[in-house]
């Protein structure tokens, strides 16, 4: 396996930067704000399976 050159850090950098575009809400500084949307979703569906007996 070849070591990573100043090209491959380019085309890395250039892919975390679309990844990055298709995700607005991470790219505009609110990323603490989608985990705990995340984290308050996963808590609901626990505790709705939790009362359905499951």
Do not use: H, T
């Not at 250039?14 to 808590?43: C, H, T, W, Y």
């Amino acid at each position: 396996m070849k070591r990573p050159d100043a090209a491959d850090a380019a085309a890395l950098e250039q892919a975390l930067a679309r990844a990055l575009e298709s995700f607005p809400a991470i790219r505009a500084g609110s990323f603490e704000q989608v985990m705990n949307d995340m984290n308050r979703k996963n808590r609901d569906e626990k505790r709705g399976a939790a009362s359905d007996g499951v």
